[in-house]
């Protein structure tokens, strides 16, 4: 597997730009394919081809993955909360997008098609109690209807295809590099608004626990399950941990500005008020071991959002919606190979 030529969707992101840089240290060709939405051109690591286009397009798909040996699909619209109101878009690039490129998989080289799911599938939870792959998957959000009719998609399909396939729930994932909007990444956000010198606003009474994972944790998962010989799996990825919303309010308050005080606002449809990772499943099969601590990682997230470098990604300060629609296909397309 060393060596193969990799396909990162959403490659500009977040997650899916330390990806694609993991990538390319390992020494894998690496192609992204990513609308350039959120993001910006460049979070793209150099080294990695670059195709500026659409996961909805055959065309577009069909480019980006000639002659790939395994396919990360990052590549999402990824507010929850955005999903209620704008459940269309949602679907539209999280479920048809995905089943586009699964259709793209069929006649080419893919042997194994590595989905970026969500806790968002799961039912909410009464406690904060970390819960396993065979929890109740009862989404309470547009985001995670599409999410899990995806990964139902995918499964099947790769399976008739006799591609490997895994499915990496993703918890809370923080780190450097965030793409920030006012509505993913309650982290990120966090200290947004810290270093702005206004409060944390907390939605809710901030009692809601989450598993917040470092992106070098998700990473690593995604390296685990490229490399494992086991040929499907669906896999939570967090660290096992809960922290309540105003655990990490305050927290931040005391590192970033100890005078500050969060302040609350209502609650918001389609939230989980509990959402932590049971991880034995991934641990077991595929040697995964969360190794960053939140309270020592998050020092490194304040800094490189206090240097400024935290500006990499499109910066939202109203709704996002309505600046996200697809760029032509053919809008440009790049190689950054040096
Ligand atoms: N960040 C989290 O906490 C978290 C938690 C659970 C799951 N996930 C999943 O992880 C993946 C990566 O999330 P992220 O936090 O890096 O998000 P992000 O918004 O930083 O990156 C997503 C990328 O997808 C691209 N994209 C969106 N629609 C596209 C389309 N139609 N065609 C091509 N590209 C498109 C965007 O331009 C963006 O660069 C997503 O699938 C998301 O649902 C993230």
Redesign the pocket.
Known sequence: MMNDKVLV????????SHLARALLAEGHAVTI???????KEENIPVGASFIQ????SQEDVRRAILGAGIVF??????SIRASVKEFYEDAD??FM?TLNLLKCCSKSDVRKFVF?????VYADSASPNPIAEDYTTEPISPYGIA?LAAEKYCMQLTSEMGIGCHIL??????GPG??YTPY??VITIFIRQLLQGQSPRVFGDGEQRRDFVHVSDIIAANLLSMKSPLARGIFNVGTGKATSVNDIASLLCRRIDPQCQPCHADAHPGELRNSIADIRSISAALGYRPAAALPEKIGEVIEFYRKGTGNR?KQVEEPPERDRS?IPASSGSGNRRP
Not at 9 to 16: E, H, L, N, R, W
Not at 33 to 39: E, I
Not at 53 to 56: L, N, W
């Open positions: 969707t959403g490659g500009a992101g977040f997650i899916g394919l990513v609308d350039l939405s959120m993001g286009g659409d996961v909805r699909h990052e590549a999402a619209r990824v690039t999280n997008g970026a799911s969500s806790m968002a999410k729930r993703y918890f809370n994932t923080y965030q793409t993913v990444g990604g697809p």
